[in-house]
Structures are given as C-alpha cells and as structure tokens.
C-alpha cells in the first residue's frame, strides 16, 4: 500500500513539473524577411547571417505626429512591418497622439491582442464594452501616467478631454494584433 502511494506520489510530482514548464524557443529570434514571397501564417525568417541590429530599432517614438485629420488623432505602429525583430515575440507597440478638444482613437478592437495603454501627456477618457449580453461600459479618465488595459477582442476607444494634445503609448500582446 505504501509503495503504491509513494508511486502515484513521484508520477504526480512528474507529471506536474512536465505541465507546468514554459516552452523554449528553438531559436534567439526570428527576425522577419519582409522581402520574401513565401506565404505563412506570420512572416518568413531572415538569414540569421545577414541580421544586425537595426532589425531590433525603431527611432523616434518620442517625435509627436500630426492630428490634423478626420479624427484627430494619428496612430503610430511598431510592428514586424516596420521592426522585423518584432516577428515571433507575440508583441508591438503603437505611439497615439491626440489633437485638444476631442482628438479621438475611434471605437475599434484587436482581435489577437490585449492593449495595454500608458498616458504620456494631457487628459483622455478612455472605455471598454463587454461583449456579454449586458453591454457593460468600463470607462475612466486617465492623466500622465495612468494604465488602463483593454481586453482582447472588446472594442473600446481614447477621446482627448483637455486643452491641450494629448499622447499615450500603447503595448499590445501580438506582433500583428488586428
């Protein structure tokens, strides 16, 4: 009887360390060959050989980007489109800036993505919308600072409520997240 339970002891202990492990990569990184014409769900490795190290930079996110537009805001991605070390991590990054008075980031979602958004400057109420039958709004506003997160898949927006432009940036969990 005592052996038997000793057994089912080590197998569970076994069996809850192989479950419980984090894949490992087979690779350092799979820096995107924007250039090829292979098809994949995701983007073609480049040769390890010919990548450096502007694959993984991207400069000026710092630089705010024009709002005179329809909406007043201007969205500025980082993606494996435009950072093709970005290919794989299951991550990107988007800068948003907002004119005054109302610059808006229009109702919208991202179907492979959670956004995680961090106010850099002015005041935005931002909000969500469940999915559920009820509808519910999560809404809030945000100064310099502030994180909200927005559910993957949920649409939700960013409206500048002040005076003065506004910016945040926004990290989102998917290299392509829609």
């Known amino acids: 009887m005592a052996f038997h339970l000793l057994l089912t ?9 192989t479950i419980a492990t984090d894949p490992t990569q087979l690779q350092d990184f799979c820096v995107a060959d924007n250039t090829s014409n292979v098809f994949v769900n995701g983007v073609v490795c480049k040769n390890p050989q010919v990548v450096t190290e502007n694959d993984f930079f991207f400069p000026g996110l710092n630089v705010p980007r024009s709002t005179v537009n329809q909406q007043g805001s201007t969205v500025t991605a ?4 435009n950072l093709p070390g970005l290919n794989t991590p299951g991550i990107s990054l988007a800068r948003i800036d907002f004119a ?3 610059g808006l980031n229009p109702p919208h979602t991202h179907p492979r993505g959670t956004e995680f958004l ?3 400057e002015g005041t935005l109420a931002v909000g969500f919308v469940t999915s559920n039958n009820d509808n519910k709004l999560f809404a809030k506003i ?5 994180v909200f997160v927005f559910p993957q898949g949920l649409i939700h927006f960013q409206i500048n409520i002040g005076h003065q432009s506004a910016a945040a940036l926004a990290g989102l969990s998917s290299q392509n997240p829609g």
Do not use: E, R, T
Not at 9 to 17: E, N, V
Not at 78 to 81: A, L
């Open 9 to 17: 002891l080590i197998l569970a202990l076994a069996a809850s360390h």
């Open 78 to 81: 980082v993606n494996v489109m």
């Open 100 to 102: 005054p008075n109302g």
């Open 118 to 120: 961090v106010v850099l």
């Open 142 to 146: 945000l100064y310099p600072g502030d």
